[in-house]
């Protein structure tokens, strides 16, 4: 048995495995992804990943056409930014973001037509570096959410890359409501396993493992069925599959329940042995290898208590969240939230006129009776958020010394390993804002070593 292997004996039933029990809802995941019209107009945010921002390689009245570059940045810790629509850029400007910065954003006036730009061809792949290159010219970032670019996270330093043998697929989809990673599975298996193949070998990695949630039966079988098919000298290629909880689709926590190893605090996935990838940016990267199409789309699942018709979309990135809404009947009653992502770790959204960015896979919106939220009231100290935690920390006590500005005690509790899944805030009965108190805490922490 692999050293602290807590995700093992929680298969085992041994020990009890951290998380909550939130409710799958899952209203889509018979749904096929439907191809939205193109819009009239997208704005293409310079920052949609995590690393430097880029900056427009384009002026206002340039002819644009799907697939051109918009966006670039010289940083090596960067992706490109390509247009998802043919058109004319109407305007460059800044948006606000939705952590409070700005960032300058490419703004085209759509033709209609999606003439896809004439330079797009696939890449010649040779070697390592081609398909690194690649992964780099596709514009390609983690599509789970975090957005980190994935030409950085395949090349790893020699040393590093030496201790590699685990390549993880992360197909977990925890979160309540989304289902696009298990629709890119029923609809995409193809490139899922061909990008499967390319980072395994690249990596030189012993097991490829795609880690998928029991409540998927059917991605199971399929991609179960599909790897069978792959023979791949010293390669072991399988699909593990999870129990159903959240937040199993987190990194580390997959890392635990697929491998039994843990990731130290502070640490990475590589300092384990193991590089994590979100199943839809392993089949984008395959597809690029084949076509030359960079990533101009993003599959959505759009759902919520004020949405007439949920759907799985698939949309020209850059479009308004306001077109997506009217393509699916528009709102049902009053929208009082709007959330970019799933409710447990997305962001409250001020108004739907913000664009659809790479990282972003659901947009719920739901109306007053099932948004408000409940008036906190005292800590009874029922050590729920403690056993509920993933990462092992102490919610309340990280609550208690956000309130008085203790940043040192912070700091000697672990502040920064706070993944913000929001596990404390769901269970908890007082209905403390913990995850909330936590992010506070995170920036005293953050301004006091500054």
């Not at 002026?59 to 051109?68: I, L, M, Q, R």
């Not at 937040?247 to 491998?259: F, R, S």
């Not at 528009?330 to 009082?336: A, E, L, M, Q, S």
């Not at 050590?383 to 040192?408: Q, S």
């Amino acid at each position: 048995m692999a050293k602290n292997s807590n995700g093992l004996l929680c298969k085992l039933g041994i020990v009890k495995s951290p998380g909550a029990a939130v409710p799958h809802r899952k209203n889509t995941k018979d749904c096929a992804t439907v191809d939205m019209p193109v819009p009239a107009q997208v704005t293409l945010v310079m920052q949609q990943h995590i690393g430097a921002p880029c900056t427009p390689t384009v002026k206002v009245g340039d002819e644009v056409f799907v697939g051109t570059i918009v966006g670039d940045s010289t940083a090596p810790f960067s992706a490109p930014i390509h247009s998802s629509v043919s058109g004319k850029v109407k305007k460059i400007d800044s948006i606000l973001m939705q952590n409070g910065s700005k960032a300058q954003a490419v703004i085209i006036e759509s033709d209609g037509q999606q003439t896809v730009d004439p330079a797009i061809k696939p890449p010649v792949i040779n070697s390592d570096e081609d398909l690194i290159k690649a992964a780099h010219d596709s514009g390609l970032v983690g599509l789970g959410g975090a957005g980190f670019p994935t030409h950085i996270k395949i090349s790893p330093k020699p040393e590093v890359k030496a201790t590699i043998d685990y390549l993880l697929i992360n197909a977990a989809e925890c979160e309540p409501y989304l289902t696009p990673d298990v629709r890119e599975i029923l609809e995409d298996s193809e490139n899922i396993v061909e990008g499967m193949k390319m980072v395994a070998k690249l990596l030189d990695v012993k097991n490829a493992v795609i880690g998928i949630e029991d409540n998927k039966p059917e991605a199971i079988k399929l991609m179960t069925e599909r790897l069978a098919q792959v023979k791949i000298d010293g390669i072991n290629f399988k699909v593990e599959t999870l129990p159903s909880r959240y937040p199993q689709g987190a990194e580390k926590v997959l890392i635990d329940q697929c491998t039994g190893r843990q990731v130290p605090p502070g640490k990475l996935p590589s300092d384990v042995g193991c590089v994590v990838m979100n199943v839809t940016s392993i089949a984008v990267l395959a597809n690029y290898v084949a076509t030359g199409m960079p990533l101009t789309t993003k599959r959505l699942t759009v759902d919520g208590s004020a949405i007439s018709e949920p759907k799985n979309v698939r949309v020209p990135i850059g479009t308004p969240i306001k077109d997506i809404v009217e393509f699916c009947g528009g709102y049902k009653g009053t929208p009082f939230k709007i959330i970019s992502g799933g409710p447990m770790m997305g962001q409250a959204m001020v108004s739907d006129e913000f664009p659809i960015l790479k990282q972003n896979n659901g947009i719920l919106i739901f109306d007053k009776q099932d948004a408000e939220v409940a008036e906190p009231s005292a800590c009874i100290r029922c050590g729920r958020c403690v056993n509920a935690c993933p990462m092992n920390l102490m919610p309340t006590k990280l609550e208690a010394y956000t309130n008085i500005g203790n940043t040192d005690e912070l700091q000697k509790l672990n502040i920064m390993n706070c993944m913000e899944c929001g596990c404390c805030s769901f269970v908890c009965p007082a209905n403390r804002k913990l995850v909330q108190s936590i992010r506070l805490g995170k920036g005293l922490v953050r301004n006091a070593s500054n």
